[in-house]
């Protein structure tokens, strides 16, 4: 009896047991917040959340009139109301972080903190992976994009969006965040294996979504060999800029640091350090990072974007790594999430959050096992895409994911499925794709680009242009492209026809022939403007004349790479050139024998070497993204004569090495520097000599000399460079205005020095000639300017300084250049 009367009082205290069972998020990341407080103001019962972020408390009974305060060290208090008549309550709570507050920092003589983050950097080095001889993972990267700041009621009225409607069924505003709708993830599993030296990388990707996404070089960027932050690196990457690492050699000219607190996890002691920027506007973070007493090594780091970082767009950014021990000393990341809020149309309007998270597992560290992965590759950087790697059911990503998705991941699929069988939805989606790139594919052929079906000069008049070609739907290696112009004014029909086959995409290979018979719009570079575009005349210098030839061309290329960054190329072409406005006529240059003047057939070997150089391909074209090494182009070209009506024999060396540094925290530097010759006694006329790029539209181009004319001048031997060096926020971080503003410090400066040789000049210095030699002298023009401005254009100031005399026209010795550029 007495055994049952103690089993029933049990059973009643235990009915009366009330539970509170929370997670507090960040609101900014939704990432838990471990060791934060949560308290009963009135009562005085409380508890700490664990590393997840999750706390219980159990009471008696709910306290009447109470409200729970929330609270962490770097956030704000949130205090909530707390009245519930349930025996369990399951809670999420957001809490949002501390303005900086300008606290006045004193100077002791003994600074704990400091002292604290010089023992982090002297165990540095065994806790950076880059330093172990090899490792390797399996890494699971985790993309999606959120749409933020959703009113589904004024959204709802917009007419053209009615048809959509449905989607703002899955709009979650059930929380106390703002509405928001996921709108799209992608998912992808691989193996990466890295060796020290010589540095080698291999990632064989085995499965991945893409939802739409069918380009294999685009899938490579998505896997863990680009998508990799070290903590320990002097510098983070941010989007496209580099932001100084609070474990920066030299960390402590740029940081405050603070001891916090200490707590306890799975028997190790942490130490809370937090970090503030010490000067505004430069690329730095704030944020806090637990640290282990023993090993120094981080356990886990927060980062964000110091106040006045000059960054576009970003209104909310949040690094988290956390590191697990694989053995009893070696910390390992386990876990890696990257939140930004893009907002381009500002805080309080639709915006996007985009969510990056990776998770590592199976964590190899020095074995032989990397290094027989490894020689499997041939390249030193190497990412495999296995066969099938996107057709993978559901079931086997239910099984090998790192982590299940959660709700508004699994939205996302919903959404997508929905979107994709809705023929409104496609419709528009084709139209921002056509206005953004300029082509537009109609089954197995393509049109486009738009922007050069209309443009006009002095010599044809209104122009018109329309492109057909082919795409990979129709051919995976035969590739077919032509256009016709047509200028009102000439009444001349122009245009081109091309056939490539593309041997492989990777390593990159094709061979091409075409015809082309139409004029020269002198655009050689990406990036500079040509007369073939829409936006030409809006641009064009005054009281610069046009100049233009005709060029009838047969060319045959072929191209091939290796799989040690080489790249060969050799190029067969016969042109004939014919001077139609402001340029000396054919008949000026008679040709001894009674050859055709002005016609020519060259051949033209190439080697080009780009180490670890990054590409996206495109259908058949193919865009380099840079590397960080130099990039080497040299070139031999021979002409014969007799051949296809050629009447010049003549040999030409050239050598080009371009780079883009980023010298962080001075910004970047972009450089070119060339040099060629032509060999031969004969003399060429001008279309054969070396003509300096000139620019005769007011949109800056880099590849140009900016206050040069088009055939300006003329050499037949020349070397020159190219230096641009955004420096970033530069001056304009010591004031408050342009720091709000996100202005940008730069300056440039071109060089060329050449030379023509008597018998050059006395062949092309006929006629109404507009040309000049530089007799061994410098053409040297310098220049400031001011970027960012709006976030979308930049400002260029450019000064001719040499050679002297300085030309009598203004135009020619000062000029103001705009550019559009959308960085952030």
Not at 343 to 361: D, E
Not at 595 to 612: I, S
Not at 763 to 771: I, W
Request: hydrophobic share 35%.
């Amino acid at each position: 009896m007495a055994l049952i009367i103690v089993i029933l009082h049990f059973t009643t205290v235990q009915a009366q047991t009330k539970l509170l069972k929370g997670v507090i998020l960040d609101k900014q990341s939704d990432e838990p917040i471990p060791f934060a407080s949560a308290v009963f103001k009135k009562n005085g019962r409380g508890s700490l959340t664990d590393s997840l972020g999750r706390f219980a408390i159990e009471l008696p009974a709910w306290p009447v009139g109470d409200s729970l305060e929330i609270s962490s060290v770097g956030y704000k208090v949130l205090v909530v109301p707390f009245t519930f008549n349930k025996d369990s309550v399951s809670l999420t709570f957001h809490i949002e972080v501390l303005p900086p507050s300008h606290e006045a920092i004193v100077k002791v003589k003994y600074n704990r903190a400091l002292w604290f983050w010089r023992k982090i950097m002297a165990h540095k080095p065994q806790h950076d992976r880059h330093n172990w001889y090899n490792y390797s993972y399996e890494i699971y990267n985790k993309l999606e994009l959120d749409i933020d700041n959703i009113n589904k009621e004024k959204i709802a009225k917009v007419g053209i969006l009615k048809p959509l409607n449905f989607v703002l069924d899955y709009v979650d505003s059930t929380s106390e965040k703002e509405p928001f709708l996921p709108v799209y993830l992608i998912e992808t599993l691989s193996d990466y294996y890295h060796q020290k030296n010589p540095v080698r990388t291999r990632e064989v990707i085995k499965a991945t979504i893409t939802n739409g996404i069918d380009n294999e070089s685009i899938m490579k960027q998505l896997g863990g060999t680009y998508q990799n932050v070290n903590i320990y690196d002097n510098f983070i990457p941010v989007f496209t800029k580099e932001f100084v690492s609070p474990f920066n050699d030299n960390g402590d000219n740029y940081y405050n640091f603070k001891l916090l607190d200490t707590q306890y996890l799975a028997k190790k002691r942490l130490v809370h350090l937090s970090f503030t920027a010490k000067h505004k506007g430069q690329s730095t973070f704030e944020g806090d990072c637990w640290v282990n007493d023993t090993t120094f090594a981080i356990q886990k780091i927060t980062l964000r974007p110091a106040l006045e970082s000059n960054i576009n767009f970003i209104t909310g950014l949040t690094i988290i790594q956390e590191f697990k021990l694989v053995n009893d000393t070696t910390w390992f990341l386990y876990k890696d999430k990257f939140v930004a809020d893009i907002s381009p149309l500002g805080k309080s309007k639709i915006s996007f959050k985009g969510r990056k998270t990776a998770t590592y597992k199976n964590v190899v560290i020095n074995d032989s096992s990397v290094v027989h992965e490894l020689v499997k590759s041939k390249l030193s950087e190497d990412i495999i895409v296995l066969p099938g790697a996107g057709d993978l059911p559901d079931s086997f990503w239910q099984k090998n994911r790192h982590e299940p998705l959660n709700i508004d991941e699994q939205t996302v699929y919903k959404v997508l499925d929905t979107l994709e069988k809705n023929k409104t939805y496609i419709h528009y989606r084709n139209a921002v794709n056509f206005a953004a790139t300029g082509v537009k594919d109609i089954g197995n052929f393509r049109i486009g680009p738009w922007y050069n079906w209309l443009s006009a000069n002095h010599y044809e008049g209104t122009r018109f242009r329309f492109d057909f070609s082919t795409n990979r739907d129709f051919s995976d290696h035969w590739y077919f492209h032509t256009y016709v112009a047509y200028g009102t004014k000439d009444g001349g029909f122009k245009g081109q026809g091309e056939v490539k086959y593309q041997f492989s995409r990777n390593p990159w290979s094709y061979a091409d022939i075409s015809y082309q018979r139409d004029l020269d719009n002198g655009q050689a570079y990406t990036g500079q403007l040509g007369s073939d575009n829409i936006l030409s005349y809006i641009f064009r210098k005054s009281n610069v004349p046009f100049k233009y030839q005709r060029i009838t061309e047969k060319k045959f290329d072929i191209f091939s790479e290796t799989n040690k960054y080489f790249g060969f190329g050799l190029i067969a072409a016969s042109r004939q050139y014919t001077p139609v406005l402001n340029l000396p006529i054919k008949e000026l240059f008679p040709v001894a024998g009674g050859g055709q003047p002005l016609n020519d057939f060259v051949t033209e070997f190439r080697v080009r070497y780009a180490y670890k150089e990054h590409t996206v391909a495109e259908n058949f074209d193919r865009t380099s993204l840079g590397s960080d090494f130099p990039i080497v182009e040299f070139k031999y070209s021979h002409a014969f004569k007799g051949i296809l009506n050629s009447s010049y024999s003549y040999d030409k060396i050239a050598i080009n090495i371009s780079d883009y540094l980023k010298v962080s925290p001075y910004g970047t530097i972009q450089y070119t520097v060339f040099a060629g010759k032509v060999l031969g006694s004969n003399p060429l006329p001008y279309q054969l000599l070396l003509v300096p790029p000139g620019n005769e539209f007011f949109y800056y181009s880099y590849y140009s000399f900016n206050l040069l004319n088009r055939f300006e001048y003329l050499n037949d031997r020349y070397a020159g460079f190219f230096l641009e060096h955004n420096i970033g926020s530069g001056i304009f971080r010591y004031f408050p205005l342009t720091r709000k503003l996100k202005l940008r410090q730069l300056w440039t400066a071109k060089g060329l020095v050449g030379n023509l040789s008597d018998a050059n000049k006395q062949l092309n210095f006929v006629g109404d000639y507009p040309y000049q030699s530089l007799n061994g002298k410098m053409y040297l023009e310098v220049g400031t300017g001011i970027d960012n401005i709006f976030k979308l254009f930049r400002v260029d100031f450019i000064w001719r300084v040499l050679p002297t005399p300085l030309p009598a026209n203004v135009q020619q010795r000062f000029g103001v250049f705009f550019g559009f550029r959308l960085t952030l």
